[in-house]
T-cell receptor, first 115, second 110 residues
Framework: GAGVSQSPSNKVTEKGKDVELRCDPI?????LYWYRQSLGQGLEFLIY????????KSGLPSDRFSAERTGGSVSTLTIQRTQQEDSAVYLC?????????????FGPGTRLLVL | GDSVTQMEGPVTLSEEAFLTINCTYT??????LFWYVQYPGEGLQLLLKATKADDKGSNKGFEATYRKETTSFHLEKGSVQVSDSAVYFC?????????FGAGTRLFVKA
């Protein structure tokens, strides 16, 4: 079956512009996660969605970052007024449920470069 | 708060050498522990996991044992191959959040 897909795969933008990153999780997965991976760094948790519950936004680094998940499936991460420090790989993952031992399935990521 | 600490890389080994990548964690409860791997040009994927103390996760010749007494989940492989060259991430999951280590890059030379 299809895995997690993300688009675009690469995005180059100018400082101050807004960007939207898309994630299509695996069908039937109720949990969806966004992470940021900066060069040489580990994964930084950004936001988590579970079913129709309110998302956990505790990892979002500033109010320029927001995310939504429509119909319990596709998710969009929006970064407003991008800054150079936003340059990173943004990873989306989904899992069947929110259980502690659940495996997360990752997409290939969107590589964002802010000039 | 919860955290994961893994050995810094890069780790460079010759083919057929023994591999250990250390991982220790701090957690308030009883997390599940994971190793994820990121091969060059590919996305992260689960390598192995263990959900309770003394469990051993294994896959593709890699093993890791959940040691509650030492709060560790070290990754081992008896004989590495060039194709094992990748970045390895240790992670813990408690409640719904997964905390990742910084990653350890492994280079295996032929």
């Amino acid at each position: 079956g299809a895995g997690v897909s993300q688009s675009p795969s690469n995005k180059v933008t100018e400082k101050g512009k807004d960007v939207e990153l898309r994630c299509d999780p695996i069908s039937g997965h109720t949990a969806l996660y966004w992470y940021r991976q900066s060069l040489g760094q580990g994964l930084e948790f950004l936001i988590y969605f579970q079913g129709n519950s309110a998302p956990d936004k505790s990892g979002l680094p500033s109010d320029r970052f927001s995310a939504e998940r429509t119909g319990g499936s596709v998710s969009t991460l929006t970064i407003q007024r991008t800054q150079q420090e936003d340059s990173a790989v943004y990873l989306c993952a989904s899992s069947f449920d929110r259980g502690v031992g659940e495996t997360q399935y990752f997409g290939p990521g969107t590589r964002l470069l802010v000039l | 708060g919860d955290s994961v600490t893994q050995m810094e890389g890069p780790v460079t080994l010759s083919e057929e050498a023994f591999l250990t990548i250390n991982c220790t964690y701090t957690a308030t409860g009883y997390p599940s522990l994971f190793w994820y791997v990121q091969y060059p040009g590919e996305g992260l994927q689960l390598l192995l996991k263990a959900t309770k103390a003394d469990d051993k996760g294994s896959n593709k010749g890699f093993e890791a044992t959940y040691r509650k007494e030492t709060t560790s989940f070290h990754l081992e492989k008896g004989s590495v191959q060039v194709s094992d060259s990748a970045v390895y991430f240790c992670a813990l999951s408690e409640d719904f959040k997964t905390i990742f280590g910084a990653g350890t890059r492994l280079f295996v030379k032929a």
